[in-house]
């Protein structure tokens, strides 16, 4: 599990204490800080020592990434306002007719292409979003602004068929937009693009990276709207759910820091990290969430990770060694998408069988309940927290870094594979 660590990691995660008893007076000491003058008091205290730090010259500067665990504790969570149950069946329906309206273009076009794997990934993070957050325009709204990672298209023509705003005539027309009329339906275009939908979409998104840097000048101008008194946009919000592998973009990267410096909180952004791109792993042996993190919070964003669902938490909660936090510090990304493409018993063997301690944590557990431990960007008490707290947060704009399985639900026919991106038909 070691050979392609990340040396950072590893040296945070093996480092000898020559002084446990003096390590721990410390850590007692500013635990009772805490307690005793709060939250504001110790932000103070660290911000004098690290002062301290840099006037005796001694090299260190604090880290930008987190333990590789969710930013918000489960006591923090609030109350899902929904029925889980139905929440649930209802982002299984949207993930089948996503599937059954690309394979059976293809298979009635030839390869015509589209894309299955994304949207799987991306399901629940989007319901979510449509059942508890992102604002229609009603009377009292101007509405709130969305733009959708691309390849995950389907999935929203698969919703709007089970609203009733397209019919099952137009599915089976997807990207065929010039044939369409003739059979009375109307095309279904490749990716969100309202020229070619207009009254479907807001706004294209289909070239990598033009989504993420329009959202930061459209929240923006919102802003401006709002401060020079020609619109009041105050209760507006614009959202963004992009890809991880779109984060390379030049596009995606080059105003963070305008949007942090104007202060941007009605904006958030939804990165959704299967972990691949196109045609491989995004970062194979690193880590693209930790290095995200480290990304957006050097550009002055409010960053929460969503990275463990529910199933963890007792898990977590046993877990009293930090046994966990030192497995995923060696673990990278390309193991991690061996661990979404193998069974439960693998992952018994492979990752929980490192060494006692974790070993120990999987006791009394299930193949079966082993392979069901979900990512936290498929788990909707944990994702409706993240949005939750990024909807409310003040200052900054926010980006919610979600972990999940590319081709989520797709079994061995493509979870978490590299050739799932591709993967068009089933025979």
Not at 155 to 176: K, S
């Amino acid at each position: 599990m070691n050979a392609h660590s990340s040396p950072q990691l590893a040296a945070l995660a093996d480092a000898v204490d020559p002084d446990p008893q003096e390590t721990a007076e410390w850590r007692e000491a500013f635990a009772a800080l805490v307690a005793a003058h709060g939250a504001g008091r110790a932000r103070q205290m660290l911000d004098e020592l690290a002062r301290v730090a840099r006037q005796q010259r001694i090299g260190w500067q604090p880290e930008l990434s987190t333990p590789y665990v969710n930013t918000i504790a489960v006591e923090e969570q609030p109350v899902f306002p929904g029925d889980l149950a139905i929440e649930e069946r209802l982002g299984a329906l949207m993930r089948w007719n996503a599937l059954a309206m690309v394979v059976r273009a293809n298979h009635s076009y030839g390869e015509l292409g589209g894309h299955i794997a994304s949207y799987a990934s991306a399901a629940d993070l989007f319901e979510v979003g449509f059942n508890h957050f992102f604002h229609a325009r009603d009377a009292g709204h101007g509405g709130d602004l969305v733009f959708f990672q691309p390849h995950s298209s389907p999935g929203v023509y698969a919703r709007a068929y089970l609203e009733g705003r397209l019919t099952e005539n137009d599915l089976l027309h997807y990207r065929q937009e010039l044939s369409a009329p003739a059979a009375g339906a109307r095309g279904l275009s490749s990716y969100p693009h309202p020229y070619l939908m207009p009254d479907f979409w807001q706004f294209p998104t289909g070239s990598m990276g033009i989504g993420p840097i329009s959202s930061i000048y459209h929240a923006r101008f919102m802003r401006y709207l709002t401060d020079r008194k020609l619109l009041d946009c105050t209760p507006r919000k614009v959202w963004g759910v992009f890809g991880d592998g779109e984060m390379d973009e030049p596009e995606s990267m080059s105003a963070l820091t305008l949007a942090a410096r104007e202060k941007l909180d009605n904006l958030v952004w939804v990165v959704n990290c299967n972990l691949q791109r196109l045609d491989g792993p995004v970062r194979g042996n690193g880590r693209i969430i930790d290095e995200l993190e480290k990304l957006f919070a050097g550009a002055g964003w409010n960053v929460i990770k969503l990275v463990w669902g529910s199933d963890w938490d007792g898990l977590f909660a046993r877990d009293t060694t930090g046994a966990l936090a030192r497995a995923f510090a060696h673990t990278v990304d390309g193991q991690m998408q061996t661990f979404a493409a193998k069974d439960g018993r693998f992952n018994r063997d492979s990752f929980f069988g490192q060494n006692e301690e974790l070993a120990r944590l999987a006791q009394g557990m299930t193949d079966e309940q082993i392979d069901r431990l979900k990512r936290g960007g498929h788990d909707l008490v944990k994702i409706h927290a993240a949005y939750a707290a990024a909807a409310a947060h003040a200052g900054q704009p926010t980006v919610i870094l979600a972990h999940t399985k590319k081709g989520y639900g797709m079994g061995s026919a493509g979870q978490g594979r590299m050739t799932t991106h591709s993967q068009k038909k089933f025979e």
